[in-house]
C-alpha cells in the first residue's frame, strides 16, 4: 500500500532521455518571433489533429497500420518516401492495392486537414487561403 501511495503504480519517465528532443526543438525555432513560433504551434497542431483523424478512420477499417506505413508518401519531408514494393511485401498486399489505398489516404487526409483548418475561420471563404499559409509556415 505504501509503494502506491509514493508513486508505485506510475510509470516514471526520465527527463535526460528527452532533453535531447527538447533541446533540438528549440533550437530550431529559436530564431523565431513570438508571432512566428505561436504560427508553427498552430499549424503543427491542425497538421497532427488531420493525421489523428486520418488514423483513427483507417483503424476503423481495420487498417491502423496502412496510415503508419503509407504516411511517407503523403507527409513530405527530407527523407525520400519507401520503395513501394518493399511497403507493399510489409503489408502483404500489392503494389496496385498499395497504390490505391495511397489514394485514399491523402484524400481523406487532405479533407481532414481542410476541417481542421475550416475550424479555425469564421467564414467558409478563407478556408483555402488558411490552408495555402498552413502550407506556407511548415515549408518556411
Do not use: C
Not at 71 to 85: H, I, S
Amino acid at each position: 500500500m505504501r509503494a502506491i501511495k509514493r508513486g508505485g503504480n506510475h510509470q516514471f519517465v526520465s527527463f535526460e532521455l528527452l532533453l535531447p528532443q527538447a533541446e533540438a526543438a528549440m533550437y530550431a525555432t529559436a530564431h523565431l518571433s513570438d508571432l512566428n513560433a505561436y504560427d508553427v504551434a498552430w499549424a503543427s497542431t491542425i497538421v497532427t489533429r488531420a493525421w489523428k483523424s486520418v488514423r483513427e478512420r483507417f483503424a476503423a477499417e481495420g487498417k491502423r497500420e496502412w496510415v503508419d506505413e503509407l504516411r511517407p508518401f503523403v507527409a513530405g519531408g527530407t527523407a525520400a518516401p519507401p520503395n513501394q514494393e518493399e511497403v507493399a511485401k510489409r503489408l502483404k498486399t500489392s503494389v496496385e492495392t498499395l497504390r490505391v489505398w495511397l489514394t485514399r489516404l491523402r484524400q481523406r487526409y487532405r479533407n481532414a486537414l481542410r476541417a481542421e483548418v475550416a475550424s479555425t475561420v469564421s467564414n467558409p471563404t478563407e478556408i483555402d487561403a488558411e490552408l495555402h499559409y498552413v502550407y506556407q509556415i511548415l515549408t518556411s
